[in-house]
Every structure is written in C-alpha cells, then in structure tokens.
C-alpha cells in the first residue's frame, strides 16, 4: 500500500513551489493536497478563531485531489487530518517555499509551522525551503534534495514528535555539496518600520529592518548555506529551557 502524503504551503495553491513540491511527492504515495487560497507567509502557528474556515475543490492539479482553504497553513493541516481524511497522514510535506526559513525565522514560517503541528500529532513531517524569493524560481535542484530526504524518511524510523527544517541553496545541481544536518543559527532580525503618510496624512507602517547572523558556529543552518550545503534541522515543539530550570529553582517568588 503506497503511503499517503499531505501537502501544504504558506505562499498558496497557486505558487509554483507547491507544484515542484507536489511533482516529488507524487513518485512516492497517493497524494492530498490543502492549501491557502492566498499568500500566508509569516503567519507563525496562527491558527482561525474569529471567523469560518471554508475549503473548496480545487482543479489545478489534474488526477489529485485538492483543496483551497481560507484559513493559515496550520488550518490546513488540522482540517486535513480531522475532516478530509479523517486519519492522520504517513507524512507531511509543506513548501517549497519562495525563500529560506533558517534560524529564527521558523519562528514566523507557515511553511514550517505547518510541519510543526504535523510533528505535535506525532507525523512525520518536512518543511522545504529554496533560497529564492522569486516568484517563478528553479525548483530543480530542491526537488533533488526533496526525493533524497522524502525517499529516507519513509525508509527510516521517523523521530517521534520532531519535523525537519530543509533549506535548500540557490545553486544548480552540480554547485550542490550534498546535504547537512545542522542546528539552527542564532540569527536574528533588528526590526525597524518604514514610516510614510497617506493621502489624509495620516501615518502608516511597512516592516523592515536586516537580518543579522551572531553565531560563528560551523554546525548552523547558515553556514551549511553560504558554504553550498543543504541544511536539515531537526526541530521541535517544546521550548522549554531546560537549562534554566535549575537555575532559578532558587528565585525567592
């Protein structure tokens, strides 16, 4: 019996990660697909409270089965397991995105907020990410990595409530290294906001500001990238500090 695979993104049904992620998949079990019917990227784990979800057959991909949903990437997911297929999936799959999602920046991802909820359901599950904003980027060599990642991970014993974090360079085939496992870099974004005045002058904001890498680590995420690796990290739920705990047993509270 061939696995079912799930697949998701945060860029939209329509993106063409989706297609190239989707175009893997296929080669290796029965395929469903839900995805938003609108861009959803730096959503985190958002999930809809305030209004309805809705799902809606979509056709773009002849011979699969596959829905639009108004909602987020982690809705998807939800929806996916406990009205559409009304079991849980033998592995989740989310991407490709337009765009990396190292470091900290999991912390904002649909896309890997997607596997996240996969892993907190004790799925096994993928987030993929080509480091290439561009619209109408090459997935080639991402779709390289996907088969060899995708192909091991139905082959081996899938760490339990754990989902993988691949990045993949904007490089062709043969730049390619081989593949990294890695831990996330300690990176992060120094926020400011682009101010500008309406037609009511009025002000409003635009987010932006640079992302700056502090971790001199050979082990990270980024290294593996700018150095022509692809990079998997192993990424959790649970964000306790556990180093800590001791630490401030002995607060006075």
């Known amino acids: 019996m061939r696995p079912l695979i799930f697949i998701t993104n945060d860029d939209g049904i329509s993106a063409k990660g989706i297609k190239s992620l989707i175009d893997v998949a296929v080669e290796f079990g029965d395929v469903l697909i839900i995805a938003p019917d609108k861009p959803q990227s730096g959503m985190g784990h958002a999930i809809t409270i305030n209004h309805p979800l809705r799902l809606d057959s979509s056709r773009l991909f002849e011979g699969l089965t596959a829905f639009t949903c108004t909602g987020t990437p982690v809705d998807c997911v939800k929806l996916g397991i406990y009205e559409v297929m009304h079991r849980k999936p033998d592995l989740i799959v989310s991407g ?7 470091s900290t920046n999991v912390l904002y991802s649909g896309t ?11 799925i096994p599950s993928i987030g993929f990410s080509l480091c290439d904003f561009d619209a109408d980027a090459d997935f080639s060599e991402a779709q390289e990595i996907a088969r060899k990642v995708i192909r ?6 899938f760490p339990s409530h754990v989902c993988f974090n691949v990045n993949i360079p904007k490089l062709k085939n043969e730049k390619i290294k081989g593949i990294k496992i890695c831990r996330q870099a300690h990176a992060f974004w120094e926020d400011r906001f682009d101010k500008r005045m309406d037609q009511f002058n009025k002000p ?8 700056t890498n502090a971790d001199a680590g050979e082990d990270t995420d980024l290294f593996a990238l700018e150095n022509g690796y692809a990079s998997i990290v192993p990424t959790q739920f649970d964000m306790t500090a556990y180093k800590v705990i001791d630490e401030i047993k002995n607060w006075e509270i």
Do not use: I
């Open 152 to 157: 091991k991970s139905l082959d081996s014993s």
């Open 204 to 211: 409003y904001y635009w987010l932006t500001g640079d992302f």
């Open 96 to 102: 490709f995105n337009h765009g990396e999602n190292t």
């Open 112 to 122: 890997m907020s997607a596997v996240v909820e996969g892993a907190m359901e004790n």
